[in-house]
């Protein structure tokens, strides 16, 4: 079935990082792109990051920009979110998720999502 | 980045129907997506590319969307339909991904 594992959470200190990575199978994960999205304890959902099919195009949302790198290795079935420069407003749960296109962009809504990691910036 | 608005909250009682709104900028021009939240748990999609459902979403789940409000509507509204809900659009003038904030559905 088509499943997504997310590993790599856990608490990390300010300034230090964090990779996080996600796990694809039961669909032809080269053909899809990717999501990082986020939900801090008691808010609502906030996408942090895309990457396309071919890792070619990249979106950040604008709090990220310079400090997470979204990266895929299509022959591992698997992508990554390198998190450097963790900051307390950075602790939530973070899912990994397929969109539903086969876009360049993500146009076709999140139809895939993993059971979600969590990640804690606290000294 | 476009911002969606939600009502924060939303009541209905069993067997009734429930709409659930997002507003935004000519948001008719966007694709517009829906997710149900229960808790605990990752989202769900329900509506997609405005009024289409995923397979397994029951039909009494629908969507609309044109001006500047897209709707999610809920007919004959069930105890386990009661869950958030977030709209989501791609911006294409900013290229991010938006969700708007959330609406709870509380089944009376």
């Known amino acids: 079935q088509v499943q997504l594992v997310e590993s790599g959470g856990g608490v990390v200190q300010p300034g230090r990082s964090l990779r996080l990575s996600c796990a694809a199978s039961g669909f032809t994960f080269s053909s899809y792109g990717m999501h990082w999205v986020r939900q801090a304890p008691g808010k609502g959902l906030e996408w942090v990051t895309f990457i396309s099919y071919d890792g070619i195009n990249k979106y950040y949302v604008d709090s990220v920009k310079g400090r997470f790198t979204i990266s895929r290795d299509n022959s591992k079935n698997t992508f990554y979110v390198q998190m450097n420069s963790l900051r307390p407003e950075d602790t939530a749960v973070y899912y990994c998720?397929?969109?539903?296109?086969?876009?360049?962009?993500?146009?076709?809504?999140?139809?895939?999502w993993g059971q979600g990691t969590t990640v804690t910036v606290s000294s | 980045s476009h911002v969606l608005t939600q009502p924060p909250s939303v009541s209905v009682a069993p067997g009734k129907t429930a709409r659930i709104t997002c507003g935004g900028s000519n948001i008719g021009t966007k694709s517009v997506h829906w997710y149900q939240q229960q808790p605990g748990q990752a989202p769900v999609l329900v509506i997609y590319?405005?009024?289409d459902r995923p397979s397994g979403i029951p039909e009494r789940i629908s969507g609309s969307n044109s001006g500047n409000t897209a709707t999610l509507t809920i007919s004959r509204v069930e105890a386990g339909d009661e869950a958030d809900y977030y709209c989501?659009?791609?911006?294409?003038?900013?290229?991010?991904?938006?969700f708007g904030g959330g609406t709870k559905l509380t089944v009376l």
């Open positions: 989501q659009v791609w911006d294409s003038f900013t290229d991010h991904v938006v």
């Open positions: 590319y405005d009024s």
């Open positions: 998720a397929k969109d539903s296109s086969g876009s360049q962009i993500p146009v076709g809504g999140v139809d895939v």
